[in-house]
């Protein structure tokens, strides 16, 4: 494309002279930056600016400097390279583009790398802004800054003809060097940016490890993620180890969790009034969700009870043991008032005695709970 742009201006200033065709050439290119600065730049910050997002326009923003000053200087490094204009100098070629040429492009390449630096950085401050699900996202405007200063740094030093093989083995051995010094930091980085695409969670979520740990998301940074457990203690789990491993996310798609509560009822119960009472004891909790609304399962024929489950909502994941505890009380306390058998198991044990004159040994039997089996035996 380079070629053929300058073929299009040999033969355009073909037999014009050298002064006229640095006139023209220049002028044209500080008109086309004077057009893109005050007539299609402007509009498009003012239609920007009445968008609901401010990506738009930092966008624009950021771009008006580069795209000036390339239009601005394209005319100047044009002008090294156009035969009507190097024949007809004081200077040779290669001088011409030492002074001109590459001094130029290298201004260019700078302000595009100080825009690109730009956009990104504030874009991380526009979701920081809104409420990044992470607190680790200003490490890849970090990130972003030094590929892109070694980048330009890369590129000028080609441009102006140095060698740069030196350099990217250098790079190479100390990038060895660092991946093998620091591999448990390295896998935990890209572990934490694994979670963040994936997104498994966000800050505030509540989730449950498969190693039985459980908490709030209070912090996920670059190498780690912290958890606020329900006694306001934290755990700092590395990222590679959560990427690897089973996590509950119980916050999410929404946060609101169902509560099964377990109670068992005694056989010969008045089931249907035993529902009743338990749904309106669900309702009168304030904890639980009316919507949707609890309801009673007769699960199965236990041993020694009607096993039934009551199922409700909550708002979080947080309140599921509160109101736990609260339906439990409330169970016992209303189920006993209305005399309603909650049984418990029991076991017959016979305790053998022999007598005096040699005998049949006498059995005695004796009802007692499990909690008094192992006792009760060893008595035996």
Known sequence: MNAAILDFLTRLFDGVPGWQATLLLVGISLGIAVVLEV??????????????????????????????????????????QLPSVTENVLVTADQLDTFFGKPSLSVIVVAWAFASNRIVNRFVEEINEEGSRFDFAPVFSNVWTLLVAVGTIGVLLTLWEYSISPLLGAAGVAGIAVGFAARDTVANFFGGIALYFDDTYKLGDYIELDSGEAGTVVKVGIRSTTLMMRDEVLITVPNAALNAAKVINQSAPQRRRRLKVPIGVGYGTDIDAFEELVLELADEESLVLDSP??????????????????????????RVNRATHELNRAMYKALTA?????????????????????????????????VDDASAERRA
């Open 39 to 80: 007539v299609v730049l402007r509009t498009l910050l003012r239609y920007t600016s009445r968008t609901k997002t401010q990506y738009d326009y930092i966008l624009v923003e950021e771009l008006r400097l580069p795209v000036v000053v390339t239009a601005a200087l394209a005319g100047v490094y044009l002008l090294t």
């Open 293 to 318: 609304k609890p309801r009673m399962r007769f699960r199965a024929f236990g041993d020694s009870a009607l096993e039934y489950e009551l199922l409700c909502w909550v708002a979080a994941p947080t």
């Open 338 to 370: 209305a005399e309603i058998e909650i049984p418990f198991p029991q076991r017959e044990i016979h305790v053998s005695r022999s007598d005096a004159t040699g005998g049949e040994p006498e059995s005695t039997p004796q009802i007692l709970s499990d």
